[in-house]
């Protein structure tokens, strides 16, 4: 059974930092990438960062580029996102999912999705 649990959202200040954690379980993920997407109100889903274990590459999208950072603990099966420099227009609900594909540029239909967590960015 495939489980992704996204936690670690709240209420910040514009400038900021949260941390976004991940866990995993039910995946093998020496083959899955794990990616983080959000869903602003109103907005369609899109993609934020993603990890490839099959050849330890990341990607950001251009928007989070240089302010937020995306690692792992394999062994804890955790991802985390650590998001700084925070801006009213990260307010969002965070996903994390799994696919074979690592896929950054809006909105992909990944294979197993977590429930959301909210972020919200005060100005």
């Known amino acids: 059974d495939v489980q992704l649990q996204a936690s670690g959202g709240g209420l910040v200040q514009a400038g900021g930092s949260l941390r976004l954690s991940c866990a995993v379980s039910?995946?093998?993920?020496?083959?899955?990438?794990i990616a983080w997407f959000r869903q602003a109100p109103g907005k369609e889903r899109e993609g934020v960062s993603c990890i490839s274990y099959s050849d330890g590459s990341v990607h950001y999208a251009d928007y989070v580029k240089g302010r937020f950072t995306i690692s792992d603990d394999r062994a804890k099966k955790m991802v985390y996102l650590q998001m700084n420099s925070l801006r009213p227009e990260d307010t969002a609900v965070y996903y994390c999912?799994?696919?074979?594909?690592?896929?950054?540029?809006?909105?992909?239909?990944?294979?197993?999705w977590g429930k959301g967590t909210q972020v919200t960015v005060s100005s």
């Open positions: 039910g995946l093998n993920l020496n083959v899955y990438t």
């Open positions: 999912a799994a696919d074979l594909a690592c896929v950054v540029d809006g909105y992909y239909p990944m294979d197993y």
